[in-house]
């Protein structure tokens, strides 16, 4: 602080003034008479340092009054100026914005916001003022009218009963010269004489801000410490004129010198992206907290006022167990809260959106009823890729579209656990979408304020249950004792909505379609702010803007995102208007503030900070990053140690089991129930053995366990094409309805009369087969829904082009080449067996379906083959894998099929087991490299003692994390069972 003023010679503010930081000015407020003295701080941060630092500093007695100027004013308001209804920063927005509609153009337009407005209101300059500057000669450009016309007209409307902020402060020193200076200052609601007030790390004050100081001067003594600013800034009115007109007034103006004993070590580091930039700076404070040298209140970190860096700031350090002190406000449009309203008014005003959708639902503060269970509705737009838009008639009849096609489906291996999920799926989004559309299908006709206002109290707020669940999760909260945002910002919404109406209704605003009322409540919540209960004062700082430092000194000051035009100086709505050499001046002086917030200590230090890319976007250094008088020095090598995790961490991170991992990684889940809970667990994950199943139990025990005793879902990736499992169930329909036409027997068809006429694609010339097994498909594909990115891809893999063979003709080719090499010929289809037999020395009952069964006869003994369709060669067992029981599946049919027919009568035995693949590409232009996989019957029983032991797994309640090395790379499971930090139990 350089300078002070102070309003008479005598005052006893003198030694509060020469304090030279914020910490200094509270411990000599402490010398004053209790709640005695008020302080004004530069933003609402410095409410919540001042407190701090007074708890730090004194420690006990009653802390003094802080206000910020704007919170002071209306805190006078109510006692002097008591009938004059007042309307914030955010109502002046709205109302002109509102003045620039009515007079044909737009406030960006016109390149004006209202805090511009504002500011020359506040320094006296008015419209008549501007219009007297014209003459015949030199008239006013055209855009200056045409903002002095929405001036004009915001003032009409205003009228001289509402007070905008620069009303209230003309009208409050107007109010304070006419009374009674004898009378002793009280705050409103308080009976304790205020004798005093400071003012704190203030660069500029406006016109009516003097004003108003001057006039408070006559009831009280009124200091001011002016801070200092950058020697490259040009005076201008910034200090030097506004001292002067106090100084003329009669106030009393001393310097204070502060002079550096230490010079300021400063150190500029550059990582590769934000998020290494962000864990470099908090890797030196972590050491400093670990080793002592540094107390969490001795470091700030200032980072662009951007929310992505504010995000990646708070993930790191929580990551880091680095405490961040707690905001005493956040911006409204940073809650969950208003970021549920505005996706609902998103959702109504766009058709329905898919992003739109998924905000909505994903915030956490939309969930349904008892019977609506929201959720579905999401992971149902990523499978089949709803993109919205048209309303919620578009979504459900791709909802009912699925439905139908599902109900098509066939599971390829009897194991229906993923249809009948998707079945109850589809469901959930069918009541989702009926319960979303009774709350937010609006019509697309203009309505008043007043009608907005009500669609999102009731139907937004209310019957989307976004108030009650904000309720619900501040009460947990306060349970919990943390901080919370949810309570203020609902009732900050609902007093925006109030004073949107009110503006509104002042301005006369016609009717607007609900985009228009969205756009202009959007603003208001971006300019509102809310408190937050229960504000944690232990922390890091974590500052946003230059000014939230000013008057406060840290140890270590961390400056982040020092990039050309990001920081020290982030461009605000405020700044368009000004010239260039005007905005390099203020970032000089923002970067002095930030400076100047580092204490004389020779172990003080300021860090500059910047990412050498930004989503992948080369980045250039701040030009600022030069304009320092320190010594500059390399950054400490602790910054690249290892101290961003705790001990426990790493070594759950390295693999390194803190204790017997056997101990957490049995499995074991019966052996602690009772027998009743016991035998129900039983029936959940063995009421019959599929291949898929036992395969699953194969590759790892715990993965059965969560997947079908757990039921907990797969992950599904959103694709642009055909799913696998899509893909499969197309091409098995088209297979089953080629062969089932050249068959010619009806559906009702027994499996005797389906041996008794076996197919055989040789006696039908290859060009008549072709059309026909492109004809199922195009049938087939009618129920499926391929109306997505590729689709068109999708159909020219299947039916190829006029150079490359198609998939289906590519498999119709080796089925002729496999017929006329051999006499087993196919003769039943998508066969479903449900039997009960010995595998090994254990009888289970197998159910499953098997996609094609050939025979060949020798008298009374039907030899058969056992045919499956994988889509991809990865599905197909390897020679080696069989006999280890890794792939059960030929086994299991083999021997199920054999039981099944011999019980039907029919003397059967297995021959071989083929798998077959349809290929994946059309880049395979040779229809021999489709693969073609045989198994012999000797081979397959190999599986039969390994496939045993693996049934026993799956019944006996113990279901250890013992993967194959295959296993993990796609599972959806590797999180719950802890695999990632514990390793694999050999």
């Not at 009054?65 to 920063?89: C, E, G, H, K």
């Not at 911006?331 to 549920?340: H, M, N």
């Not at 190829?800 to 089925?815: I, K, S």
């Not at 099944?900 to 349809?918: K, S």
Request: hydrophobic fraction near 40%; proline fraction near 5%.
């Amino acid at each position: 602080m350089p300078g002070t003023t102070y309003s008479t010679d005598d005052s006893p503010l003198r030694q509060a003034c020469r304090a030279t930081s914020l910490e200094a000015t509270i411990r000599a407020c402490a010398a004053f008479p209790p709640r005695s003295i008020i302080l004004v701080v530069p933003t609402s941060t410095h409410v919540r340092s001042a407190t701090a630092l007074w708890m730090r500093e004194i420690g006990a007695g009653l802390p003094p009054r802080v206000f910020t100027m704007s919170n002071l004013m209306r805190r006078l308001a109510a006692l002097y100026l008591p009938d004059r209804p007042l309307i914030s920063s955010s109502d002046v927005s709205v109302l002109f914005r509102q003045a620039a509609i009515a007079n044909g153009t737009t406030a960006s337009a016109l390149g004006l916001s209202a805090a511009d407005v504002l500011q020359w209101k506040a320094n006296g300059i008015t419209t008549e003022e501007l219009r007297s500057m014209a003459d015949e000669e030199r008239p006013l450009p055209r855009r200056t009218e045409r903002i002095l016309q929405v001036w004009d007209t915001y003032e009409r409307w205003k009228g001289g009963e509402w007070l905008d902020p620069v009303d209230t402060c003309t009208a409050l020193a107007d109010a304070m010269a006419e009374a009674d200076a004898s009378v002793p200052f009280v705050l409103p609601g308080d009976t304790t004489q205020i004798t005093g007030m400071m003012v704190t790390g203030i660069h500029v004050l406006s016109a009516s801000e003097r004003q108003f100081l001057m006039a408070l001067a006559d009831h009280i003594d009124v200091g001011i410490q002016w801070s200092r600013p950058h020697e490259d800034v040009v005076e201008r009115t910034r200090n030097f004129e506004q001292i002067s007109e106090f100084v003329l007034r009669g106030w009393t103006y001393e310097h204070v010198a502060v002079e550096r004993t230490h010079p300021l070590r400063e150190v500029v580091h550059s990582e590769h992206d934000r998020r290494a930039e962000v864990r470099a700076a908090l890797t030196l404070v972590k050491q400093g907290l670990l080793d002592g040298t540094l107390a969490l209140h001795d470091v700030c970190i200032v980072a662009p006022g951007t929310a992505a860096y504010e995000e990646i700031v708070r993930d790191v350090a929580m990551e880091a167990s680095i405490p961040l002190a707690t905001k005493e406000r956040m911006r409204l449009a940073q809650c969950g809260v208003s970021s549920a309203v505005m996706a609902a008014l998103d959702m109504m005003s766009t058709g329905w959106r898919k992003a739109d959708v998924e905000r909505l639902l994903r915030s956490g503060y939309v969930s349904g009823d008892e019977n609506v269970h929201v959720l579905s509705l999401v992971q149902v737009s990523a499978r089949l890729r709803i993109h919205g838009g048209e309303g919620p008639d578009d979504w459900m009849q791709r909802i009912e579209l699925r439905r139908a096609t599902i109900a098509a489906m066939d599971d390829d291996d009897g194991d229906d656990v993923e249809i009948m999920r998707e079945r109850t799926l589809l469901e959930g989004a069918r009541a989702a979408v009926r319960w979303l559309r009774e709350r937010c299908d609006v019509g697309s006709a203009p309505m008043s304020a007043s009608a907005f206002r009500t669609l999102v109290q009731d139907r937004i707020l209310r019957d989307l249950g976004i108030q009650a669940a904000a309720i619900a999760r501040a009460h947990r909260a306060d349970e919990r004792m943390l901080p919370t945002a949810d309570r203020a910002a609902v009732d900050a919404i609902n007093d925006a909505l109030q004073r949107y109406e009110r503006m509104a209704s002042i301005a006369g605003a016609p009717a607007l379609p609900l985009a228009d009322h969205a756009q202009e409540f959007r603003r208001l919540v971006r300019e509102a702010t809310v408190g937050i209960d229960d504000v944690r004062l232990k922390g890091v700082t974590l500052a946003t803007s230059a000014d939230m430092l000013r008057a406060n000194q840290w140890k270590l000051v961390v400056m982040l995102g020092c990039v050309e035009g990001e920081f020290p100086r982030t461009l605000r709505e405020s700044d368009d208007g000004l010239p260039p050499d005007e905005r390099v001046e203020q970032a000089r002086e923002e970067l002095y503030d930030i400076k100047a917030s580092v204490t004389d200590a020779a172990d003080a230090l300021l860090l500059a900070t910047f990412p050498r890319t930004i989503d992948g976007s080369d980045t250039m250094p701040s030009q600022f990053l030069d304009d320092h008088d320190g010594t500059s020095t390399p950054l400490p090598d602790i910054l690249h140690a290892d101290v961003m995790i705790s001990a426990k961490e790493r070594m759950l991170r390295m693999g390194v089991p803190m204790h017997d991992p056997s101990e957490r990684q049995l499995g074991d889940v019966v052996s602690e129930l009772q027998e009743e809970e016991r035998q129900r667990l039983l029936q959940t994950v063995e009421p019959y053995i599929s291949p898929s199943r036992l395969d699953v139990v194969a590759a790892c025990p715990y993965r059965f366990f969560a997947r079908y005793a757990l039921g907990l879902p797969q992950t599904d990736d959103e694709q642009e094409n055909l799913s696998g499992r899509e893909r499969g169930s197309l091409l098995h329909s088209v297979v089953r309805m080629f062969f089932a036409e050249l068959q010619g027997l009806p559906t009702t068809a027994s499996v005797h009369e389906q041996i008794d006429r076996p197919v055989n694609v040789m006696m039908y010339p290859i060009d008549e087969l072709r059309d026909r097994l492109l004809g199922c498909y195009d049938r087939v594909a009618m129920r499926y829904d391929v109306d997505h990115m590729y689709a068109d891809v999708e159909r020219r893999v299947f039916r190829g082009t006029p150079t490359a063979v198609g998939l289906l003709e590519r498999w119709l080719l080796v089925e002729r080449e496999h017929a006329q090499a051999q006499a087993f010929r196919p003769a039943v289809f998508e066969y479903d067996v449900d039997t009960n037999m010995m595998v090994g020395q254990t009888t289970v009952r197998v159910k499953g379906r098997i996609d094609r069964i050939d025979v060949f006869r020798q008298d009374q003994l039907v030899l058969f083959n056992i045919a499956d369709y994988k889509t991809t060669t990865s599905s197909v067992p390897s020679f080696s894998s069989m006999p280890r029981g890794e792939h059960s599946q030929m086994l299991l049919y083999m021997l199920a099929v054999q039981a099944q027919w011999r019980a039907a009568g029919i003397e059967a035995e297995p021959n071989v087991g083929l798998y077959q693949t349809f290929g994946g590409r059309l880049a395979m232009r040779e229809p021999n490299e489709v693969l073609r996989r045989e198994f012999t019957r000797e081979m397959v029983m190999e599986a039969e003692d390994p496939a045993e032991t693996f049934i026993q797994t799956a019944r006996s309640g113990r279901y250890p994390v013992k993967p194959l090395a295959s296993a993990c790379l796609h599972c959806s499971y590797s999180e719950i069972c802890r695999k990632d930090h514990w390793g694999i139990v050999q």
